[in-house]
């Protein structure tokens, strides 16, 4: 992970403190709303995603000390257990990367309904990524294995890449460098991958990411800036919307990263919106952006025309991570990773537990989720 120091540090302090200040609507306390549907009671997740019949899957990040297992399955008794297997959960440095997760980052159900797994490749946060482990590994929720293994080569997750969140359109996947600053175009057809827009403002961090009023700050004790993380396709697959963590959005349209033999990607990057730090986004089907705002404990909601509304704002919201819409509620876990030991000296300032919220949606947000393109390519994907 890159960190660097920003030199308007000041003046963008200023801005985040700007951004809190949104338009107001009527639902700004969760009250019971607010659910708790899953709970960790000693490692931090960061990703949820929820299948068509209601199964709740959650990634834990490679982060010291490491999780106990990496995917898992949240069960009736509101606990993550091991997914698909002991064996794809039990990876020890030393030991073979390519059939084992080494460091996710990000669980997905696909449009093809199948559960896709990002493994960074990287055993612990800020490390380089080991030869051969970075992937994206399918996983058949019918037969509950994994039935393809997309290898990330050296061409694709550099040494200081840390492969963050994907997304689909077609037979194309959308990765996110939060590491080396760039997006990976992944075929799902043919599994091979390039780079678009490396080193461009567009997927750069050069703002300091600010939680209850303080800079998050890296081992170095230098700001911590994280580069391309959040992304989203359009529910038409014409756009893509992607930011650094700490903003600003930008968009370009789908068609000019698909094409291979079009280079000058960043010719056609404009920018969106100004957001503020994100911790993870979500896109509904028509076409909202619901946005995680991490320096107020809320949900902004962000529509297609740019009105952006706050629409919760809890405590209980603190650094909720990569979130889910699925039949009418937002799906979101609780990671305060703000607050793990790599950001205070080696002390966990964690409050334990963890858990996954619902919230219900109010009758004038969309009850459809929104998770990629047509799932029509579901068999040429196996």
């Known amino acids: 992970m890159e960190h660097k120091s920003s030199p308007c540090l000041v003046v963008l302090i200023m801005l985040v403190i700007g951004w809190t200040t949104l338009p107001q609507s009527p639902a700004q306390t969760a009250g019971d709303r607010l659910q708790a549907v899953g709970q960790s009671d000693r490692t931090i997740w960061n990703g949820v995603t929820v299948s068509a019949d209601g199964r709740i899957f959650v990634n834990f990040p490679a982060l010291s000390p490491r999780p106990h297992e990496s995917v898992g399955e949240v069960g009736q008794d509101g606990k993550s257990h091991p997914y698909p297997s002991d064996e794809w959960n039990s990876w020890k440095p030393g030991k073979p990367v390519e059939h084992a997760f080494v460091g996710t980052k990000a669980v997905r ?112 004790d230098k700001p911590l800036l994280i580069n391309t993380d959040q992304m989203e396709v359009s529910p038409d697959g014409k756009w893509l919307y992607f930011q650094p963590l700490a903003g600003p959005m930008y968009r370009v349209a789908t068609k000019w990263i698909d094409d291979p033999l079009f280079s000058n990607v960043a010719r056609h990057v ?113």
């Open 109 to 220: 159900v696909g449009p093809d309904g199948a559960l896709w797994v990002v493994d960074t490749g990287t055993p612990s946060f800020g490390t380089e990524t080991l030869p051969n482990a970075p992937k994206i590994v399918r996983i058949d929720l019918q037969q509950n294995s994994v039935t393809r293994i997309y290898p990330l080569g050296p061409e694709a997750a550099l040494p200081n890449s840390y492969i963050d969140d994907i997304r689909f359109h077609g037979h194309l996947a959308y990765l996110t460098d939060a590491g080396v600053p760039g997006i990976i175009v992944l075929d799902l057809t043919t599994g091979k991958t390039r780079r678009v827009l490396d080193h461009d403002r567009s997927t750069t961090g050069a703002r300091p990411i600010v939680v209850d009023g303080e800079i998050v700050r890296g081992s170095d």
């Open 270 to 382: 404009a920018f969106w919106y100004d957001t503020p730090p994100l911790g993870g986004t979500a896109i509904d089907a028509a076409g909202n952006l619901y946005l995680e705002d991490l320096t107020s404990d809320s949900i902004l909601k962000l529509t297609p025309g740019q009105h952006l509304t706050k629409v919760i704002q809890d405590h209980r919201l603190h650094w909720v991570d990569a979130p889910w819409i699925r039949d009418g509620k937002l799906y979101f876990p609780e990671a305060q990773l703000d607050r793990a030991e790599q950001f205070h000296h080696g002390r966990s300032m964690i409050q334990w537990p963890l858990h996954i919220y619902t919230y219900q949606l109010t009758l004038d947000d969309p009850m459809r989720e929104h998770s990629g393109s047509s799932a029509s390519h579901a068999k040429r994907f196996e």
